[in-house]
C-alpha cells in the first residue's frame, strides 16, 4: 500500500463515511439510487476498484480524493446524470468513457448488437463489415468489433466531439481496436465509396425524437440535442437510412435500426415498400418493439 503524509489526511473520516453523507445528500434532492451513485462516486475518487469496497471502505480518506468526491457530488446535485459525472459507463462487455458530446449508452440498445450478430451468423460471413452511423461513444460498433473476431466495423459520425470520444474508446479496446475505422460526416456520406454494395450490416440508434416532443429534464439538459431530435415527427432519420442503405448494402445485406416504439410500424412499411424482404419488428429489454431488423434480397 502506498504511504501517504499525515497531513494528505481529512480528518479522521473514512470512505464509507463520506458516501454515506452523500447518499443522505442525493436522497434529499431525489436521487432513486442514492446509495449506489454515492458509492460509485467514491469509488472512483478514492481508486477503490468495485470488488473491493467492502474490504477498503474504512480507509480514511486523502485530501486529493475528497476534493474529486466533492467536485462529482456538487455536479450530481445540481442534475448532471451519474454517467457524466463518473465519465465512463458500462456497455456490454465494455467500460465506455463518455461525456457530453455523446449520448448515454442505454442497455435498451445493447440488443441490436446481439442483432446484428445474429445477421452475421445466419450468413456465415467470415470476414463481415460493419457499418455504425451515428456512433456516438462508439458503444454499438465497439461492440461488435469485440465480440466477433474478425469484423471490419466503420464508425461514423457527424460530430467532432463524438468522433473525439469514439477515438478514445477505440483506443482502449486493444487488439480488437485494430479492425475499427472511424470517419466524419453525415450517414453513409462520410463512408469512402470503395464500400458502396459492399457492406453486410448496417447499425444505427439515430435521433428518433419529434421537435414538440416532451423528455425528462436530465436528458433533454445535458445529453447532445442533435442525437436526439431527428425534425418535426421524429422519423425523418430513420426514413433517409431505409432509403440510403439500399445503395450501399452487399446483396443479402442487412440494416438494423433503433427507434421509437410508435415508428417501428411505419418504419416497417417502408421498408417492405422500398424492396426489403426479412422485414422484422424487435422487442427491447422492456418488451417494447424498438428494432426494425431487414435485408436486402
Aim: with cysteine; charged share 25%.
Amino acid at each position: 500500500m502506498t504511504e501517504h503524509h499525515s497531513d494528505d489526511l481529512v480528518g479522521t473520516i473514512s470512505w464509507r463515511e463520506l458516501a454515506v453523507e452523500a447518499a443522505a445528500r442525493l436522497v434529499a434532492c431525489g436521487v432513486e439510487a442514492a446509495d449506489l451513485e454515492a458509492r460509485w462516486m467514491a469509488e472512483e475518487a478514492s481508486g477503490i476498484e468495485s470488488r473491493d469496497w467492502f474490504l477498503e471502505n474504512a480507509e480514511l480518506a486523502r485530501r486529493r480524493g475528497v476534493a474529486s468526491f466533492e467536485e462529482m457530488l456538487d455536479r450530481r446535485l445540481g442534475g448532471e446524470p451519474i454517467q457524466y459525472v463518473l465519465g465512463h459507463w458500462a456497455f456490454r462487455r465494455l467500460d465506455l468513457t463518455i461525456d457530453r458530446r455523446v449520448l448515454i449508452p442505454r442497455p435498451e440498445t445493447e440488443l441490436i448488437v446481439d442483432l446484428a450478430l445474429r445477421k452475421i451468423a445466419a450468413r456465415a460471413i467470415e470476414r463481415p463489415v460493419v457499418v455504425d452511423l451515428g456512433t456516438g461513444s462508439g458503444a454499438i460498433g465497439l461492440s461488435i468489433a469485440a465480440e466477433h473476431a474478425k469484423a471490419e466495423v466503420i464508425a461514423t459520425d457527424v460530430s467532432s466531439g463524438a468522433i473525439a470520444v469514439a477515438r478514445a474508446n477505440i483506443a482502449g479496446l486493444g487488439r480488437a481496436g485494430a479492425r475499427v475505422r472511424i470517419h466524419e460526416g453525415s450517414w453513409f456520406e462520410a463512408i469512402p465509396e470503395s464500400h458502396r454494395g459492399e457492406i453486410d450490416v448496417v447499425v444505427s440508434n439515430p435521433p428518433y425524437i419529434g421537435e414538440d416532443e416532451i423528455l425528462p429534464r436530465s436528458v433533454i439538459d445535458w445529453e447532445p440535442a442533435d442525437a436526439l431530435v431527428a425534425g418535426p415527427r421524429g422519423i425523418e432519420c430513420v426514413e433517409h437510412l431505409l432509403v440510403e442503405a439500399r445503395r450501399w448494402l452487399a446483396p443479402g445485406g442487412a440494416i438494423i435500426l433503433e427507434m421509437a416504439s410508435d415508428q417501428t410500424p411505419a418504419a416497417a412499411e417502408l421498408a417492405r415498400l422500398a424492396g426489403y424482404v426479412e422485414v422484422v419488428i424487435e422487442a427491447d429489454l422492456t418488451r417494447r418493439p424498438r428494432f426494425v431488423s431487414v435485408s436486402l434480397p
